[in-house]
C-alpha cells in the first residue's frame, strides 16, 4: 500500500508563498493521480487540486486555480503545491492523497498522509 507523507507546512505571513511537499513511496497502478487537500480549524476538508502521474493532467478547485499549482517529480516520487498570495483563510491542515482517479470528493482518495499545519498570520 502507498504511503503518502506531507512536509512543508509553517507560519506565513499574508501575502507570502509556501510549497507543500508530499512523498509517495510504495505506488502501485492503483495510485495513478495524487491530490491536496486541506482542512481549515472547525471546516469540512476541502479539494485543493490533483495530478495524474502519467501525463502530468491537473484538476484544480476554482476556488484556487490560478494561485495554487500542483506539480509533480515521477523519479523522485513528490508531488508538490505551490501556494502564492497567502491569505489568514489559507490556514489549515493541508492533506496529500493518492488514489486511481482524479476526483473532488474526500472519500474517492483511499491513502492519506497526516497532514502539515499551514499558519497564515500576521
Known amino acids: 500500500q502507498v504511503q503518502v507523507q506531507e512536509a512543508g507546512g509553517r507560519l506565513e505571513r499574508p501575502g507570502d508563498a509556501l510549497r507543500l511537499s508530499c512523498g509517495a513511496s510504495g505506488r502501485t497502478y492503483d495510485d495513478a493521480a495524487m491530490g491536496w487537500f486541506r482542512q481549515p480549524p472547525g471546516k469540512e476538508r476541502e479539494f485543493l487540486a490533483a495530478?495524474?502521474?502519467?501525463?502530468?493532467?491537473?484538476l484544480y478547485n476554482d476556488a484556487v486555480k490560478g494561485r495554487f499549482t500542483i506539480s509533480r517529480d515521477n523519479a523522485k516520487n513528490t508531488v508538490w503545491l505551490q501556494m502564492n498570495s497567502l491569505d489568514p483563510e489559507d490556514t489549515a491542515v493541508y492533506y496529500c492523497?493518492?488514489?486511481?482517479?482524479?476526483?473532488?470528493?474526500?472519500?474517492?482518495?483511499?491513502?492519506w498522509g497526516q497532514g502539515t499545519q499551514v499558519t497564515v498570520s500576521s
Open positions: 495530478i495524474r502521474w502519467i501525463g502530468g493532467r491537473t
Open positions: 492523497a493518492a488514489g486511481p482517479f482524479m476526483r473532488r470528493a474526500v472519500n474517492e482518495w483511499p491513502s
